[in-house]
């Protein structure tokens, strides 16, 4: 089969559109107890819960100083928390940055915090990134990149990938962005 220029054109011009560094495309994601039964499922496609009992899993990651923290603690400062997924070297994720400041500077006095997750490997780049964005919120990487143990947990297919959660670590929304995300911490922190 011959690959035309034209379909070569169309598919990254979709890529570029979708606005998304990925490591393929997953549209249900679902956290799998021991036992087999589901703990938490969600719809990437539509960015919403598909049942009530969906929570953050817990974990311990680090910060850029080698510090350890826990996901669920860090969550548990606030009303509101965006857990964002993004990576120093992913154009999008950049690109979103500049939103996610001005997201967090308008909100955290209300109750929104921010935890980002780093799909870096190297964690010189992933610091000079946080310096040059103008990042101010908790930032954590086991610097694995795409096979970090967080990626993994919450089948990360693409970045920049944000999951909403609430004080207790609901999962509210997945994979919003720009002002679908900013009216969703509007509309939860009034």
């Known amino acids: 089969m011959r690959i035309t220029t034209s379909f070569i054109t169309l ?8 606005g998304c560094q990925c490591k393929s495309c997953n549209t249900k994601v679902a956290e ?13 496609s539509n960015g919403k819960a ?5 929570t953050i899993t ?18 548990a400062k606030n009303k509101i928390t965006i857990v964002d997924f993004w990576a120093s070297w992913c154009g999008p994720c950049r690109q979103e ?28 780049a992933w610091k000079e990134a946080i310096s040059n964005l103008g990042i101010t919120w908790c930032q954590l990487s086991d610097l694995g990149g795409w096979d970090s143990e967080a990626a993994m947990v919450f089948n990360v297919r693409g970045i920049p990938y ?6 207790k670590g609901t999962i509210l929304a997945t ?4 002002s679908e995300l900013e009216q969703f911490i509007e509309e939860k922190l009034k």
């Open 50 to 54: 598909t049942n009530n009992e969906m």
């Open 97 to 124: 940055m500049p939103n996610l400041v001005n997201l967090y500077g308008s909100y955290k006095d209300k109750g929104l915090g921010i935890v980002g997750i780093s799909l870096d490997t190297e964690k010189e």
């Open 58 to 75: 817990e974990m311990h990651i680090k910060d850029i100083d080698g510090n350890d923290h826990s996901l669920r603690e860090e969550i």
């Open 11 to 18: 598919a990254l011009a979709a890529l570029v559109t979708a």
């Open 162 to 167: 944000t999951i909403v959660t609430d004080s």
């Open 32 to 44: 799998i107890a021991d036992d087999g039964s589901t703990i938490a499922a969600y719809d990437e």
């Open 175 to 178: 994979g919003l962005r720009g």
